[in-house]
Nanobody, 130 residues
């Protein structure tokens, strides 16, 4: 059974850092890309970063690019998302999700690993105080 569990959220002051973890079970990173998503109150869920299966290439949306790092520990079957220079607008519930294959028929460019997710984990709350 495929399972994902996000953790590492919390309350942090603006300018601080957090490292979120996504522990996976029931599959390996050779078979799935992993994406991080977030949903702020009253807003739609947005994909913010992903790491591709096999080659481990990464993608970031502009809002977190330059201050975030996604990485994976294959031995621990865990994907991490480090976010630095946190801002109040980063406040959201953060989720990780797994993608077996990118969707076909639609071109997403480098963000393809953020679409057509097959499995979702429960989220972890990140609150950034100003």
């Amino acid at each position: 059974e495929v399972q994902l569990q996000a953790s590492g959220g919390g309350l942090v002051q603006a300018g601080g850092s957090l490292r979120l973890s996504c522990a996976a079970s029931g599959f390996t990173f050779d078979d799935f890309a992993i994406g991080w998503f977030r949903q702020a109150p009253g807003k739609e869920r947005e994909g913010i970063s992903c790491i591709n299966k096999r080659d481990g290439s990464t993608y970031y949306v502009d809002s977190v690019k330059g201050r975030s790092t996604i990485s994976r520990d294959i031995a621990k079957n865990t994907v991490y998302l480090q976010i630095d220079s946190l801002k109040p607008e980063d406040t959201a519930v953060y989720y990780c999700a797994a993608q077996r294959r990118p969707p076909v028929g639609v071109y997403y460019g480098n963000s393809y690993c953020l679409h057509g997710m097959d499995y979702w984990g429960k989220g972890t709350q990140v609150t950034v105080s100003s």
